[in-house]
């Protein structure tokens, strides 16, 4: 009897997925289609490049052992292939809140605490503030900015800035 029971209760969860899952787990619309897929191309992905004094390139560790996994070069290139630089969207976009600078991890873990960013980037802190032209040009692209569109400075939420 005990055995019945529970291939029946096992049968219902596969059968009924949704009885299982709670619906707040249920993941919502994907961050990657709110973001410009050419903004991330043309001006997200060179940041990852850049060469910064006192620091490596974000590549050299994203593309290895971290769990936001850029794409590795391909051998003698010096950037990513058009299904690299999709791969690569994929994995930034899901570290992105669109529209969100204070939840976005992607803007948070590089910035120093001070300046507004959390307390730990294992690959340390690349921009003392908000104000760093490379963190604004990430947070135009977390608040929707196209490829073609003038960036405007940021002061701490999407629609504050100068146009």
């Keep these: ?58 590549v050299s560790c994203h593309s290895k052992g971290t769990p936001m996994r850029l794409q590795a070069l391909s051998p003698g290139a010096t950037t990513w292939n058009e299904d690299q630089s999709r791969r690569n969207f994929q994995a930034v976009a899901a570290r992105v809140i669109p529209r969100d600078l204070t939840s976005s991890k992607l803007l948070l873990h590089p910035l120093l605490s001070e300046g507004g960013g959390d307390f730990y980037h294992s690959g340390g802190k690349h921009w003392n503030s908000f104000l760093d032209p490379e963190w604004q040009t990430l947070a135009n692209w977390v608040c929707g900015r196209k490829a073609s569109e003038k960036l405007v400075e940021l002061t701490g939420a999407c629609g504050e800035g100068a146009e």
């Design 1 to 58: 009897m005990r055995v019945a029971l529970l291939l029946l209760l096992l049968a219902a969860f596969l059968i009924f997925p949704a009885i299982a899952v709670p619906s707040a787990q249920t993941p919502g619309p994907s961050a990657a289609s709110a973001l410009d897929y050419e903004y991330f191309k043309t001006k997200v992905q060179p940041i990852f490049l850049a060469k910064r004094d006192g620091h490596t390139r974000c």
